[in-house]
């Protein structure tokens, strides 16, 4: 059983950055993909990016593809998600998730291939 926590939510003005860390305690963090989702209010979950095992593979959502940068560090347990050039539109609670994933290349990005997620963490943009 693997437990995520995520951490750094916070309130930031249009056009700036911020930054999300997920810690995951539990198994073996490197037999895991991790991917990150966001709901905004009256929306559905939204994917974000994600990152293989072995983290030489990721994969973004249309809307935050070139803005956005997922990394994980294996050996602290952590994936991050770096957010550039931020809009009212990224305003969500964000999500980590994570998927046992025996092959270390895959980057999964449907929502239902995860198996455990954090509780989430809020980003408000404002404009």
């Known amino acids: 059983q693997v437990q995520l926590v995520e951490s750094g939510g916070g309130l930031v003005q249009t056009g700036g950055s911020h930054g999300f860390a997920c810690t995951a305690s539990g198994g073996t963090f490197s037999s895991y993909a991790m991917g990150w989702f966001r709901q905004a209010p009256g929306k559905e979950r939204e994917f974000v990016a994600a990152i293989s095992g072995n983290g030489a593979n990721t994969d973004y959502g249309d809307s935050v593809r070139g803005r956005f940068t997922i990394i994980r560090d294996n050996a602290k347990s952590s994936v991050y998600l770096q957010m550039n050039v931020l809009t009212p539109e990224d305003t969500a609670v964000y999500f980590c998730?994570?998927?046992?994933?025996?092959?270390?290349?895959?980057?999964?990005?449907?929502?239902?291939?995860?198996?455990?997620w954090g509780q989430g963490t809020q980003l408000t943009v404002s404009s």
């Open positions: 998730a994570a998927r046992t994933e025996s092959r270390r290349w895959v980057v999964p990005t449907q929502e239902s291939w995860y198996h455990y």
